[in-house]
Nanobody, 123 residues
């Protein structure tokens, strides 16, 4: 079992930046892919970014790949999502997720989830 705790959300103006953090504990390690998803009211949870256990492979949603960067610190068991040039459409609850295996975009393939952190981008 993996426990995930997100932090770093908040209110920011369009064009601003935020960095989300996700601290992992429990059965974690280099074999675990970490990912970020987001969900807006009335919408399905959507994939944002994922990083392999080694940190070598990264995947991004097309609309964020030039603005967001996912990274991980193995020593701290923490994954980050640096979000730049934020847009109002990035407003959502952001969730950290983990799975044993490679990075994939389907949320049903992740079996460990954090509680979420709200990101609000004002225009």
């Amino acid at each position: 079992q993996v426990q995930l705790v997100e932090s770093g959300g908040g209110l920011v103006q369009a064009g601003g930046s935020l960095r989300l953090s996700c601290a992992a504990s429990g059965r974690t390690g280099s074999s675990y892919t970490m990912a970020w998803f987001r969900q807006s009211p009335g919408k399905e949870r959507e994939f944002v970014a994922a990083i392999s256990g080694s940190g070598v492979t990264r995947k991004y949603k097309d609309s964020v790949k030039d603005r967001f960067t996912i990274s991980r610190d193995g020593a701290k068991n923490t994954v980050y999502l640096q979000m730049n040039s934020l847009k109002p459409e990035d407003t959502a609850v952001y969730y950290c997720a983990a799975r044993s295996g490679g990075p994939v975009s389907g949320y049903t393939l992740y079996n460990n989830w954090g509680q979420g952190t709200q990101v609000t981008v004002s225009s």
